[in-house]
């Protein structure tokens, strides 16, 4: 059986749609709240994050015995590129988390995320997909030899002979 083409079932809808859902922060009571502080250009080099006296901020430094999240694709061709739990150095992306801020309600986490200052130098992204496959283009991951990441073509048969 396919599951391509066919419509799946889902069992939260009504319940979801009538207000009826019950959600874990819905339960959490006294849990702490975390927020992330995200970088607001696509790309730059991270200069220095400034925490406010007296709130719960972490940065990449606070975590360094944290390792990258790195994807595992089991090919030859496959560059693996970590993942750090919060910007590390510099930011490849709008809304990377820099930094991450605990309150002790949403209010809270969002006035301490506030306050935080992150000073960003910005460089020229790499937006345009052929672009970034030119020889020379920047480098969206530095520890990558290229912009690619895993190449996968294949063909399917017929489809020529279709269009």
């Known amino acids: 059986m ?3 083409g066919r ?4 069992f939260e809808d009504q319940t979801l749609l009538l207000g009826q859902g019950r959600f874990f922060a819905d339960t959490a009571q006294g849990a702490l709240v975390l927020r992330f502080v995200r970088s607001a250009v696509a790309r730059g080099a991270i200069r220095s994050i400034g925490k406010p006296e007296g709130g719960t901020v972490f940065t990449a430094e606070d975590l360094a015995e944290v390792k990258p ?3 595992i694709l089991h090919r030859p061709d496959y ?3 970590g ?3 919060l910007a590390t150095g510099r930011v490849n992306h709008v809304g990377e988390p820099g930094a991450a801020v ?3 309600d949403g209010a ?3 006035d301490w995320a506030d306050r935080v200052e992150v000073d960003i130098a910005a460089e ?3 937006v345009d997909v052929d672009a970034a496959l030119q020889a020379g283009s920047p480098k969206v991951h530095p520890e990558a030899p290229t912009n690619i990441i895993v190449e996968g073509l294949s063909r399917t048969p017929g489809l020529d002979a279709a269009f």
């Open 2 to 4: 396919s599951w391509i």
């Open 124 to 126: 020229d992204p790499v």
């Open 79 to 81: 560059v693996p590129i």
């Open 83 to 85: 993942q750090p739990a």
């Open 69 to 71: 999240i790195r994807p």
């Open 7 to 10: 419509s799946i079932r889902r």
């Open 102 to 104: 605990v309150g002790v």
């Open 108 to 110: 809270d986490a969002e």
